[in-house]
């Protein structure tokens, strides 16, 4: 049973992607609803059945006892017996299927599927942001708002089912039942309704932007705390333990002070409730007193009237309390819609085309490249890297390096000019098509919190174990990787490594991720300080090994340590975003311009930082 209900909706299933979803709340809903539609009409359906069943059962102890008073034990049974048996079966039978029905499409079907079809689109809409805007927000933000959206998704549509359905239904059956007892018995329910509504609709007014001023701050948390654990590292190393605590504490009373006038709001509304429901049960039961006394009630209409108060009461309480979880949960969503929403920056034009690559020839043509803020980055450069060349990028900090390469893949779109691998604009092919042909090792490499085997088999996925071991033989890391045993007794390439590869050296993560490119054997590869974590004796065999990797591949190499691109077919200088000098080593310590000043203030074979633009 739980499996037929489980599986009524795929929360997988295919769906239209959109670079811009919906960022009004409810067709940000309705996208997800579409595939529930047919189980929530039949919940609804199923909520209203249960709701008048409730109320029936009510109406149906007023008959009872008038049936009771009025006639003897054997008439009762002889006239009326079949009639209770048919309700007795029933209530036996029909309602708890109806109800069990009902419970397990909003508890087996809606909640588990619900949640989990927003959670997976939504990361599937995230993960297809460009690497500026993750470099934008915190990760444990943008992570708290994909975990804590659905689930409050979910909160809103089962108290829609489970709570607001109910109540009308219960309120319209409760007033249909009092009118046929009397009409005037309407009058203290209508009245109560009236201030029921304005009361709910105080509170839904000021609980909706509370609620999301109280999930922003919670989120802010989040991201704050998650900062200080991903750099746990510098908090020691800089003994910024009470400072962290600190910047957290401002983030958390920020949090407390924001869900106390949350809650503030709460406390005033069940105060105006519990008068309101104090004078709907005077009102109702010391009405059909009144009328019982007068001879225009029966003893049936008092006890049907009596034991309806009191259920009106405490439904009441349960309706309020689900409109404000309802209102929460639409805040909740509201909040992580402002980061699930937001539209995908850099797209593949429609009609893109895979790369087409055929000898790796690369061209800037006129780049330009300011990263919005209009200095900085690069500056109508203009470079081609012939197939099979390997040039090497030298320069201060903020010289264009970086960009350059992060415009190569395509993290950022350039703002002028183009660039081109084998003729074609890289504005105009598939992102992915473009990364499978460029390998690329950085200075800070960090690895996935998975297996030594899985962050080497990311480079490429269908790989053998043969080819995996070669390609860690070939970086220097398979007797290490051998060595290693993560807490859980996982040995070898089956240790885990940590998240972002804390559990290894600086120097054992570079040659993971070494090997990781080497296994995906790109024709076009970057390196970006690619054996600056390593020491002199393994960077040797390192670059002993790059240079076997590098034949037959057009390269780019970032280097401060100048001597690990001495030997590159060119060296390219920038300087403030513009080319400066290009040449061979020989050629450029020739002509005696910034990379021979370089080659002579390098200490220990780095750019000497401290010499500023003379």
């Known amino acids: 049973m739980f499996s037929y209900f489980e599986h009524l909706v795929d929360p997988y299933g295919p769906y239209e992607q959109t670079d811009t979803p919906p960022r009004a709340l409810w067709p940000f809903l309705k996208q997800f609803v579409r595939p529930f539609r047919r189980v929530f009409a ?50 036996l039978i029909l309602r708890p299927l109806l109800l069990v029905t009902n419970v397990a499409l909003l508890h087996n079907t ?30 444990g933000r943008i992570a708290n708002r994909i975990m804590q959206t659905p689930p409050a998704a ?64 919670r989120s802010a948390v989040t991201g704050r705390v998650v900062d200080a654990y991903t750099n746990i590292h510098s908090v020691k190393l800089f003994a910024h333990h009470d400072r962290e605590l600190a910047y957290a504490k401002e983030a958390i009373e920020h949090a407390r002070s924001t869900f106390a006038r949350e809650m503030r709001i709460v406390t005033k509304m069940d105060l105006a409730l519990t008068a309101l429901n104090g004078g709907l049960i005077v009102g109702v039961t010391g009405w059909a007193l009144v009328l019982w006394y007068q001879g ?31 209102v929460q949960a639409l805040g909740v969503v509201a909040e992580g819609m402002e980061t699930i929403t937001q539209p995908i920056g850099l797209v ?15 061209e800037f043509d006129g780049v330009s490249h300011h990263y919005g803020r209009g200095a900085g980055g690069l500056q109508v450069l203009s470079l081609t890297v012939h197939p099979g060349e390997k040039i090497g990028l030298v320069g201060r900090s903020g010289a264009g390096k970086s960009t350059l390469v992060k415009l190569l893949l395509r993290f950022y779109d350039a ?39 899985d962050n080497l088999m990311y480079g490429r996925p269908d790989a053998t174990e043969a080819q995996m071991i070669e390609a860690a033989r070939r970086a220097e890391a398979h007797d290490f990787i051998l060595t290693l045993e993560d807490p859980e007794g996982r040995r070898g390439y089956d ?29 076009i590869l970057v390196l970006d300080e690619a054996t600056s974590a390593l020491d002199s004796e393994a960077e040797a065999a390192i670059q002993h090994a790059l240079s076997g990797v590098m034949q037959g591949k057009t390269v780019i190499a970032i280097a401060h340590r100048l001597s690990t691109i001495a030997a590159m077919d060119r060296i390219v200088v920038l300087e403030g975003g513009h080319i400066a000098e290009q040449g061979t080593h020989a050629q450029l310590l020739a002509l005696n311009g910034l990379y021979a000043r370089f080659w002579a203030r390098q200490s220990g074979g780095f750019i000497g930082l401290e010499e500023a633009a003379e």
């Open 348 to 362: 593949d034009k429609p009609g893109a085309k895979p790369l087409e690559f055929r000898d790796g020839l690369i």
């Open 154 to 217: 979910g909160d809103a549509v089962f108290q829609t089912f489970d709570a607001m359905a109910f109540a009308s239904v219960t309120v319209v059956g409760a007033g249909i039942m009092l009118a046929e007892a009397d009409p005037r018995l309407l009058v203290p329910l209508v009245v109560w309704f009236l201030l029921y509504a304005a009361l709910v609709n105080w509170t839904v007014r000021r609980a909706g932007p509370a609620s999301k001023a109280s999930s922003d701050a």
């Open 495 to 523: 240790a885990h490594v940590g998240e972002r590869g804390v559990k290894l050296s600086g120097g054992q993560r570079q040659r993971v991720a070494l090997a990781r490119v080497i296994l995906k054997d790109a024709p």
């Open 415 to 453: 703002e002028d000019g183009v660039i081109r691998i084998d003729g074609q604009d890289i504005s105009g092919v598939t992102q992915d098509s473009l990364r499978r042909h460029i390998g690329m090792v950085q200075q800070d490499s960090s690895l996935m919190h998975r297996s030594v085997r």
């Open 296 to 326: 225009q009630a029966t003893v049936g209409t008092v006890a049907a009237a009596t034991a309806l108060v009191p259920r009106l009461n405490n439904m009441t309480y349960w309706i309020m309390w689900a409109f404000t979880a309802l």
């Open 42 to 91: 039949v919940t609804a359906a199923l909520s209203v059945v249960a709701a008048f069943s409730d109320v029936a059962l009510i109406w149906y102890v007023g008959r009872l006892v008038d049936l009771l008073s009025q006639n003897g034990p054997q008439v009762v049974w002889s006239v009326y017996g079949r009639e209770m048996l048919m309700v007795a079966a029933a209530v």
């Open 110 to 139: 809606i909640l588990p599927n619900f949640g989990t079809m927003i959670r997976w689109r939504a990361h599937a809409h995230v993960i297809r942001q460009p690497v500026g805007w993750f470099e934008s927000d915190f990760a």
